[in-house]
């Protein structure tokens, strides 16, 4: 089940161009979390004035989501016309210029007001720009993948971001370890923002010498022209908002285990290294398995499991909170979603023609992300303030869960997974 990274492969993706793709996105998507897990942090900085800081962040959070379907269509579109190389470093200067703007802002005891309307507007900018950069990067992923490796080369889009949050759990972790709280709140939270900004000019190198993909090869593919595009579009929008639902609710645990569960900073970002972890190594997984067994049993029946093990598994954690419970459940729920979203996102690329294939994933997944990935923490903490029911995560889950198992049932497949499916010779 070699990922075959080594070997020579069409239109020359060495493992020296994966390195620089999958650095470059790792980097776009910790700029982008590590907000997140400084939320309480930074909502006391920046958001002091505010009454609860933690749903300010949270808010501000959100926002970004907002640019996403713009990003989308703007750099999406411009990948599809100019080459994904191009539209990838766009992106990525503008997620750069983002996140020195947050990490150098000022904090609210010295700008008042003015420091949320920086962050907000920073916030913005980045949304615009990652939600240009998964179109792109994962085109030139399926593009250049051998024909029968495109879910091992595609399931890297969620391995690079399992890495980016491994990498916030573990700086994180170490802040949290080395500061009083009192630091962490007043500065350290900015050494973990612009600890990303020192690798900005690698990521940048790394982006340009990656070969395009746009014109190399055939300029349409027969396995994605058979696939009727309303379909593709709308069981995709519900299997990218099941999976993102997911996604957020399990970054959650972080902010979950310090402001409910009331345990210690350190056992919150080590439950969070252990999902990055899990992203990665079995995001992978996931992308290999479904090469050789089909797209379809690999985004149906890990979301099957998940939905039973769900309830049982935050039942025990909020009934015995420690650090063992936090781990196992963390391990357990990012490994089935792992397994279950990396084929989703290649399935998704694939039911795309080549000349539309950046535009079409962008929107589509910059859609469903932003309208409920952007809101999906802020409600959690919002519901779980009104409620005080601490399985509200769980019942996310377990709906996201529901959807992701009928959009994979209708979620077409491009005729080579069929074809794998049946036995049938698989041209390369």
Same mark, same amino acid.
Not at 47 to 67: I, M, P, R
Not at 188 to 197: D, F, K, Y
Not at 269 to 278: K, L, M, N, V
Not at 324 to 328: R, S
């Given at each position: 089940?070699?990922?075959?990274?080594?070997?020579?492969?069409?239109?020359?993706?060495?493992?020296?161009?994966?390195?620089g793709?999958?650095?470059?996105n790792?980097?776009?998507?910790?700029?982008?979390?590590?907000?997140?897990f400084?939320?309480?942090?930074i909502?006391?900085?920046l958001?002091?004035?505010?009454?609860?800081?933690?749903?300010?962040?949270?808010?501000?959070?959100?926002?970004?989501?907002?640019?996403r379907?713009?990003?989308?269509?703007?750099?999406?579109r411009?990948?599809?016309?100019?080459?994904r190389?191009?539209?990838?470093?766009?992106?990525?200067?503008?997620?750069?210029?983002?996140?020195?703007?947050?990490?150098?802002?000022?904090?609210?005891s010295?700008?008042?007001?003015?420091?949320?309307?920086?962050?907000?507007?920073?916030r913005?900018?980045?949304?615009?720009?990652?939600?240009?950069?998964v179109?792109?990067?994962t085109?030139?992923?399926?593009?250049?993948a051998?024909?029968?490796r495109?879910?091992a080369?595609?399931a890297?889009q969620?391995? $690079?971001?399992?890495?980016?949050?491994?990498?916030?759990g573990?700086v994180?972790?170490?802040?949290?370890?080395?500061l009083?709280?009192?630091?962490?709140?007043?500065w350290?939270?900015?050494?973990?923002?612009?600890?990303?900004?020192v690798?900005?000019p690698?990521?940048?190198?790394?982006?340009?010498?990656?070969?395009e993909?746009?014109h190399?090869?055939?300029?349409?593919e027969?396995?994605?022209?058979?696939?009727?595009?309303?379909?593709?579009?709308?069981?995709?929008?519900?299997?990218?908002?099941?999976?993102t639902?997911t996604?957020?609710?399990?970054?959650?645990?972080?902010?979950?285990?310090?402001?409910i569960?009331?345990?210690?900073?350190?056992?919150a970002?080590?439950?969070?290294?252990?999902?990055?972890?899990?992203l990665?190594?079995f995001g992978?997984?996931?992308?290999?398995?479904?090469?050789?067994?089909?797209?379809?049993?690999l985004?149906?029946w890990?979301?099957?499991?998940?939905l039973?093990?769900?309830?049982?598994?935050?039942?025990?954690?909020?009934?015995?909170?420690?650090f063992?419970?936090?781990?196992?459940g963390?391990?357990?729920?990012?490994?089935?979603?792992?397994?279950c979203?990396a084929?989703?996102n290649v399935?998704?690329?694939?039911?795309?023609?080549r000349d539309?294939?950046?535009?079409?994933?962008?929107?589509?997944?910059?859609?469903a992300?932003?309208?409920?990935?952007?809101?999906a923490?802020?409600l959690?903490?919002w519901?779980?303030k009104?409620?005080?029911d601490?399985?509200?995560p769980a019942?996310?889950l377990?709906?996201a $869960?529901?959807?992701?198992?009928? $959009?994979?049932l209708?979620?077409?497949?491009?005729?080579?997974?069929r074809?794998k499916?049946a036995?049938?010779p698989?041209?390369?």
């Open positions: 089940m070699g990922l075959g990274f080594d070997q020579p492969v069409k239109n020359n993706l060495k493992t020296s161009h994966l390195v793709l999958v650095a470059g790792t980097l776009e998507f910790y700029d982008f979390t590590i907000f997140l400084f939320a309480p942090q909502g006391a900085s958001f002091a004035g505010k009454s609860d800081g933690l749903l300010a962040a949270l808010a501000a959070f959100a926002v970004g989501f907002l640019a379907p713009l990003g989308a269509a703007v750099i999406g411009y990948g599809d016309r100019a080459g190389k191009p539209a990838m470093l766009l992106s990525f200067s503008l997620m750069g210029g983002a996140l020195l703007v947050i990490g150098l802002t000022p904090p609210a010295v700008l008042g007001i003015g420091s949320a309307i920086i962050v907000v507007l920073a913005l900018v980045q949304g615009f720009a990652l939600g240009g950069e179109g792109p990067t085109a030139l992923l399926i593009e250049a051998p024909a029968d495109r879910g080369y595609g890297w969620i391995a $690079s971001q399992g890495v980016a949050v491994l990498s916030a573990i994180g972790l170490v802040i949290s370890w080395m009083p709280a009192s630091a962490v709140t007043d350290g939270w900015r050494i973990a923002i612009l600890l990303g900004a690798l900005l690698i990521g940048f190198y790394l982006r340009r010498i990656i070969p993909t746009l190399q090869g055939p300029t349409s027969p396995e994605s022209e058979d696939l009727p595009f309303a379909r593709v579009v709308i069981a995709g929008l519900v299997l990218i908002l099941s999976g639902i996604n957020y609710t399990l970054q959650y645990f972080n902010t979950y285990t310090v402001s569960l009331k345990l210690d900073t350190v056992t970002f080590t439950t969070t290294a252990i999902t990055g972890s899990c990665f190594v992978l997984l996931g992308g290999c398995l479904s090469d050789r067994l089909g797209r379809r049993p985004i149906v890990p979301r099957i499991a998940l039973l093990l769900i309830y049982p598994i935050f039942v025990q954690i909020t009934r015995y909170p420690s063992t419970t936090l781990a196992v963390a391990f357990i729920l990012t490994t089935l979603y792992a397994l979203t084929p989703a399935c998704l690329a694939e039911g795309f023609r539309r294939r950046s535009l079409g994933y962008a929107l589509t997944y910059t859609l992300v932003s309208i409920f990935g952007g809101s923490q802020f959690i903490a519901m779980l009104i409620t005080g601490p399985l509200v019942w996310w377990m709906a $869960s529901v959807a992701g198992v009928v $959009s994979g209708a979620m077409p497949i491009a005729a080579r997974q074809e499916r036995g049938a698989v041209a390369a």
